[in-house]
């Protein structure tokens, strides 16, 4: 699987989501939700090397407990966190189906940690194919 | 016992990531310390802390009742003015520390 080709948050939002009900990771309510959430409560974020979206919502939507990950194939305009109109050209999104925030901490951390690190970013953007970005991240969440 | 407030949108990613790296930014600076977390809707109305850290910015649509100094967490994320952020924290932190040993709080 490619990269990913879309032309807005929503769609970006609405692939990755429902790909996730379909591996039964998620709930059908989950798609909504997720695009719900994102519209009051963007994740976009200004790292150091590109924007890159974290969204998630409710822990009710989730089945077992998943991150999703895409490159985007061309930046994508999301908003950024905090609400306040400005925008974020996002080319990863990594989204969290969180099932027990207190549990899944470590986790979270270390995605925090990735998000920080622009070499771990330069090598998740300049992976060849899904194999080696699996790879980088395994090595990252240690998992 | 400085009591920390961290706010975010959904109270699950951004609160328990920033949350544990401010606690690690004040045990560091050995300053004692509670946190407690919010939905950043929450804030305006919170009376019971000394300061509040919220992921990402906020319009002047939050302010907060008890003006609370609030100051945004969103360094922690993305990387980008993390050390000034961390800064900042420590030397607020003792600030509030101070003004309430001299019972100016």
């Given at each position: 699987m490619g990269p990913l080709n879309v032309a807005t948050d929503v769609e970006a939002l609405s692939v990755l989501a429902r790909r996730m009900v379909e591996l039964g990771y998620?709930?059908?309510?989950?798609p909504e939700a997720v695009i719900a959430r994102e519209r009051v409560f963007p994740t976009g974020l200004p790292t150091k090397e590109f924007g890159v979206a974290v969204p998630h919502c409710d822990v009710?939507?989730?089945?077992i407990p998943t991150i999703a990950l895409a490159k985007l194939a061309r930046p994508v305009e999301f908003g950024l966190?905090?609400?306040?109109?400005t925008k974020v050209l996002v080319q990863l999104v990594i989204m969290l189906a969180i099932k027990d925030p207190e549990t899944q901490i470590d986790v979270l951390k270390r995605i925090a940690l990735m998000i920080r690190d622009p070499d771990m970013l330069k090598r998740i953007s300049s992976a060849a194919d899904s194999e080696e970005v699996i790879r980088v991240l395994r090595e990252m969440l240690d998992c | 016992m400085l009591r920390l407030v961290v706010a975010c949108g959904g109270g699950i990613f951004t609160t328990s990531v920033v949350s544990e790296q401010v606690s690690e930014i004040l045990k560091k600076a050995r300053i004692q310390h509670v946190i407690n977390p919010a939905k950043i809707t929450e804030i305006?109305?919170?009376?019971?802390?000394?300061l509040i850290v919220v992921t990402g910015k906020f319009g002047t649509?939050?302010?907060?009742v008890a003006n609370i100094p609030i100051i945004s967490g969103l360094a922690l994320l993305t990387g980008v003015g993390s050390e000034e952020f961390a800064e900042e924290l420590v030397s607020r932190a003792r600030a509030i520390e101070e003004a309430k040993k001299s019972g100016n709080a």
């Open positions: 998620v709930k059908s309510t989950y009710v939507h989730v089945e966190m905090g609400d306040d109109g | 305006a109305n919170i009376t019971d802390a000394d649509a939050t302010r907060n």
